[in-house]
């Protein structure tokens, strides 16, 4: 047991060169990784994609398990096995009061049926496994203002819990653009879903995808190759919304990310650190 331990850990040290990471080790976070081009790479036990460049894709959801443990199999035949510690963190809980109860607890038929489709196309979006590494673009804040909703927290709608809210929130007038986080392809536009209203989702390669809800008009169109900085629609409060503001959300597959550690620090303008 201990000589194949031994075995591994000098394989890893030998292609150790071969491997690096950006981005943070923490739950909500998104790491790209960067091995040598044809390399095979699996995250406990899954594998995944690996771009022509050697860029592959780890995301850590909310609630993620405190170590991953990832194999990379390289062309000349070596082996690399590492165990990587998972930063937790602590989330808030959000109180919000006074939705009209009707779109806190859909009841009617009609609504049950809409959820389930809307669901569905979101579900299609999120399963998406595009070759190209659009991600390679970076991200950026889709639109600058206060956060009024941060990424894991607990919400509690008119006194019921719900599920942790799943992106972030920016307080921004209605009015404001809205622009492309990072580059990609639209593969949603839809113009009226039951909870997000007017919404853009755009895929950026290897199962990552952005999702851009409330908006008071869309200004692309599905299929659309978009550039970070795209206009892509208009803050709004379409949906379930109390006020004004742009929800954007993150997903590798199926695993919701923290936005705010993709796009990073945000610079506010000194007039408006006050607010929200
Ligand atoms: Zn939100």
Redesign the pocket.
């Known amino acids: 047991m201990s000589a194949f331990l031994g075995v591994f850990l000098l394989a890893g040290n030998a292609a150790a060169a071969s491997l690096s990471f950006d981005g943070p080790l923490t739950q909500g976070g998104l790491v790209v990784g960067k091995t040598e081009p044809g390399a095979r790479v699996s995250i406990d036990g899954r594998p995944v994609r690996v771009s022509s460049e050697g860029a592959f894709l780890m995301g850590f959801g909310r609630d993620a398990e405190k170590t991953v443990h990832l194999r990379l199999d390289h062309p000349d035949g070596t082996r690399t096995e590492k165990t990587l510690s998972v930063k937790g963190r602590a989330y808030k809980v959000q109180r919000i009061d006074g939705l009209p109860e009707q779109q806190v607890t859909p009841r009617t038929p009609e609504d049950l049926a809409r959820i389930r489709d809307d669901n569905a196309k979101i579900a299609t979006v999120r399963n998406l496994d595009t070759a190209k590494a659009w991600f390679a673009s970076g991200f950026q804040w889709p639109v600058i203002g206060p956060l009024s909703?941060v990424f894991g927290s607990q919400r509690i709608l008119n006194g019921e819990p719900r599920r942790p809210?799943n992106?972030?929130?920016v307080a921004a007038p209605r009015g404001t653009t809205v622009t492309a986080a990072a580059d990609g392809v639209v593969v949603l536009v839809h113009p009226d879903m039951f909870y997000t209203g007017k919404t853009v989702m755009i895929d950026h390669g290897h199962g990552l995808s952005s999702v851009y809800v409330h908006m008071d008009d869309i200004l692309i169109a599905d299929g659309q190759r978009i550039s970070q900085g795209t206009p892509i629609g208009i803050v709004g409060k379409t949906g379930r919304v109390t006020g004004a503001h742009l929800?954007w959300g993150v997903s590798l597959f199926g695993t919701l990310l923290d936005p705010a550690l993709l796009a990073g620090p945000m610079n506010l303008p000194a007039a408006q650190k006050k607010g929200g």
């Open positions: 909703g809210h992106g972030v929130d929800h």
